[in-house]
């Protein structure tokens, strides 16, 4: 912790006059997956433009950064670029940061590599190559000006950021790849073919993406935070081991803990104030701070557990040592340690007068309309913050069941009952292999009751070649599943689920998301597992607030990649369940009207019970002369 507080022991910076005048304000960040948001529930991986709004005031922070984006494809890519200049207002700034991505063809541009591979006749080489990539000096800078160009014309200021440096050491530097110098081994295409492992001089910068970032801000006259080298420092200061178990995420070197996150964001605010780039807005200040700042935990169906990450920070605490301690109302209970145990009061310890720690916060919904609790964060020397925590509960009643159901055992056929549309399966980059068992071994969750023998949907990348070097999703690969709501209906969607595992090895990596979007851009993620236990089913089950508007459809997508150049790798998943309940007038007025042929009972976790136990809720399912079905809950 003493590293920490040497790095950002600056002088607190006050918040700027006419803050209040600015507030419409908005600073909007596209990049990677070192800056994107990720759901606290679905990993431990956190990106620095998270906790970016904890350090800035009276300005707002929309945060656009994507898993897997280059410079290329966040422009080229309708539901990015495209989608962000639509929410800019003059006067905005835009945080532009890319590399990591860049680099996928080593150094070349990736339409360049498919052009010359179609070009001598070899279609598989061409199929394989990764679009992505940028070529530094070339098609890297071209994209940078053109953000720069389209942000200035829409009247914003745009700021590039150097990328965040990767966690690669050799003793007491990081090396020239991990500042995203490719010169010492890059590839590039000649007469004769693609010539592999090239290097340069370290005074030659042909092929660094840093450097031409530089170039691009000198000739375009616009700022360049230098974040590649501040993380780097802040890397060096803990060392290789510290570094990775402190900072990152614990499955790699690129991507970051909520700490190292955090830690990067007000960095970032400190050198951009410094650069005189939104000084305005800093807050540096040593006092405790909370983030997200809004304690707002969304809709819950009443009855449902709602729970959100906090993180909390201070960088000037007296004593030096001690505790801070977060003390909850009776609504909702906290957590230190991950959701393990639970209680209203929690401590935090802390040294060298820094603290930058994570803790959980869960509310059960108890009726409809606004649920309101409280936690108050406090430090040994009295200051204190205190943060107001709601959610909304929505009743789950009316309506006729919508149940689609893709078994997956033999084919890619939806099971459907109730008044809605799926939409046929679709493979993106990716391939269907066949349907079988992952392995003769594969386990799946006990209650269940499946064994090793129960088929499952196959699926390999197209010309099931995985390649080398992919930290993260492809956006242009991915298997997509989804369901529409009917014209004159609404669809309220009360559960997502599915199994899914790795089959070939441990390498395995996926990310879920679901999007109402037609270009996906809202997309919400729902699961991240890196190097998936292969022929071990993972179950997933996500409980949206969700509602559907007649002709509006859901999306399921399935984005995955393997850790490392493979064959014979594929993701098997099973069993994708997308439950609702369809209403209109017309729908309940015929349900009203038929009569009731059976009733059963479940719990809020929907497990059935016979005897209802007076006292306690269920939710009560009716099922109807006619075949519909009518749901409600009832305290017995």
Request: charged share 20%; with cysteine.
């Amino acid at each position: 912790m003493k590293k920490i507080l040497s790095l950002f022991a600056a002088a607190a910076l006050a918040f700027g006059p006419g803050a209040d005048v600015q507030a419409a304000k908005k600073v909007h960040t596209i990049g990677d997956s070192t800056m994107a948001n990720y759901d606290e529930n679905a990993t431990v991986t956190r990106g620095w433009c998270q906790y970016l709004q904890q350090f800035l005031t009276g300005i707002e922070v929309n945060n656009r950064g994507k898993n897997g984006a280059s410079s290329k494809s966040f422009y080229l890519e309708p539901s990015f670029w495209t989608t962000v200049k639509n929410q800019m207002q003059p006067g905005d700034y835009v945080l532009i940061q890319f590399a990591h991505n860049d680099e996928k063809t080593g150094g070349m541009d990736g339409d360049e590599v498919k052009a010359y591979y179609n070009s001598i006749g070899d279609n598989a080489a061409a199929a394989a190559t990764d679009y992505r990539g940028t070529n530094p000096s070339t098609t890297y800078k071209d994209y940078l000006r053109k953000y720069v160009d389209e942000t200035r014309a829409l009247g914003c200021e745009p700021v590039l950021v150097g990328p965040v440096c990767r966690m690669y050491f050799s003793g007491n530097t990081i090396r020239r790849n991990g500042r995203h110098d490719l010169g010492d081994s890059f590839s590039v295409i000649t007469g004769s073919g693609i010539l592999e492992k090239q290097s340069v001089p370290a005074s030659d910068h042909t092929m660094d993406y840093v450097q031409s970032m530089k170039d691009v801000a000198a000739e375009k006259g616009v700022p360049f935070i230098d974040l590649t080298t501040a993380t780097a420092d802040l890397y060096l200061s803990y060392g290789d081991s510290d570094c990775h178990s402190i900072l990152g995420d614990g499955a790699g070197s690129t991507h970051l803990s909520a700490t190292g996150a955090a830690l990067i964001a007000r960095r970032f605010v400190q050198l951009a104030s410094d650069a005189g780039v939104m000084a305005e807005y800093a807050n540096l200040s040593g006092e405790l701070g909370v983030s997200p700042a809004d304690g707002s935990m969304g809709q819950g169906y009443v009855g449902q557990t709602l729970q959100k990450e906090f993180l909390v920070s201070g960088f000037s605490l007296e004593p030096a040592a001690g505790n801070v301690t977060v003390s909850a109302t009776e609504a909702i209970e906290l957590s230190a340690d991950g959701g393990v145990t639970w209680s209203s009061d929690i401590a935090m310890p802390y040294e060298w007068s820094t603290l930058v720690g994570k803790f959980q916060v869960r509310m059960t919904i108890d009726k409809a309309g606004e649920n309101i609790g409280a936690f108050t964060i406090s430090a040994p020397s009295g200051i204190s913050r205190t943060v107001t925590v709601t959610g909304t509960g929505v009743e789950l009643s009316g309506g006729v069941e919508v149940n689609a159901y893709w078994r997956l055992e033999k084919d890619d056929a939806c099971e459907l009952t109730g008044p809605a549309e799926p939409l046929a399966e679709s493979w993106h980059g990716m391939e269907l292999q066949r349907y079988s068992n992952p392995n003769a071994n594969t386990v799946w969750p006990d209650w269940t009751g499946f064994d090793a023998s129960r088929k499952t949907q196959r699926n390999v990348i197209e010309g099931g070649a995985w390649p080398d070097g992919e930290i993260d999703e492809v956006s242009t690969r991915y298997i997509e599943f989804g369901l529409k709501a009917m014209p004159g209906t609404t669809l309220s969607v009360d559960e997502i689920s599915c199994f899914l595992c790795g089959c070939g090895g441990n390498g395995m990596c996926v990310n879920v998301w679901y999007s109402v979007a037609d270009d996906f851009s809202d997309a919400r993620q729902i699961f991240h597992y890196e190097k998936l236990p292969s022929n071990n089913m993972q179950y997933i089950k996500e409980v949206p607030v969700l509602s559907l508007d007649g002709g509006q459809t859901l999306r399921l997508r399935f984005y995955p990649w393997y850790n490392g150049a493979a064959t014979g790798k594929t993701i098997c998943l099973s069993d994708i369940r997308i439950h609702g309940y369809a209403s209109d007038n017309s729908a309940l007025a015929a349900v009203t009207a038929a009569g009731v042929v059976d009733t059963s009972y479940y719990t809020l976790q929907g497990m059935r019970v016979g005897a209802p136990a007076q006292g306690n809720l269920y939710i009560v399912r009716d099922t109807l002369s006619d075949g519909g079905v009518r749901t409600r809950k009832v305290v017995f």
